[in-house]
C-alpha cells in the first residue's frame, strides 16, 4: 500500500514541477504514476495477494475473493487505460480522463473508509491518514492537474 501512495505522490510531484512550462509532459508523468503504476500495483494487492490485502481491509471473513478481484480489475483497467493513452499518444484529453476517472473511483474509496473510521467499525491511523486524508487529498490533486492541462490544451469548457 506504501508503494502505491509513493507512486501517485512522485507523479503529483512531477506534475507540479512541469505544469507550469509543459501541461503535456506534466499529465504524462501523472498518467504513468498515477493510473499505470497505482493501478498497476492496486491490481496486485487486489487479485494476486487478495488475501492479505482482505485482512488489511479488516474484511477477511469474505467466503471468496470475488470483492477484491473485482476492485482489482478495476485498477487494472484505469492501468491498461492510462498505458494506452500515453503509448499511443492520444493526447492530454485521453491522459486527463483516465486520471480523473480514476480520482473519482479513488476518491469515492477514500470517503468510504471514512466512513467507516467515523462509524467506529475501523479507527485506525491508517484508515483515516492513508484511506482518507492521503487518498483524498491526492485525488483532488490530481484532479487539479488535469483540469489545468486540459485549461492549457484548450479543452473543454475552460
Known amino acids: 500500500m506504501i508503494l502505491t501512495y509513493v507512486a501517485g505522490g512522485v507523479g503529483i510531484a512531477l506534475a507540479f514541477y512541469e505544469i507550469g512550462d509543459d501541461s503535456k509532459l506534466a499529465l504524462t508523468y501523472l498518467t504513468i504514476a498515477y493510473a499505470v503504476v497505482m493501478g498497476l500495483l492496486s491490481w496486485v494487492r487486489h487479485v494476486l495477494a487478495w488475501q492479505e490485502d482482505a485482512a488489511r481491509l479488516d ?9 477484491q478481484w473485482e476492485v482489482g480489475f478495476a485498477n487494472g483497467a484505469f492501468a491498461i487505460a492510462g498505458l494506452l493513452a500515453v503509448v499511443f499518444d492520444w493526447g492530454v484529453g485521453a491522459m486527463a480522463a483516465v486520471v480523473v476517472g480514476y480520482a473519482i473511483y479513488l476518491l469515492q474509496a477514500a470517503l468510504l473508509n471514512g466512513r467507516r473510521y467515523f462509524s467506529g467499525q475501523s479507527r485506525t491511523p491508517a484508515r483515516l491518514w492513508g484511506s482518507l486524508v492521503g487518498n483524498g487529498a491526492l485525488a483532488v490533486m490530481v484532479v487539479v492537474v488535469a483540469f489545468w492541462a486540459l485549461s492549457d490544451a484548450g479543452l473543454g469548457p475552460f
Do not use: G, K, N, T
Open 59 to 67: 474484511v477477511e471473513d469474505q467466503p471468496s475473493p470475488f470483492f
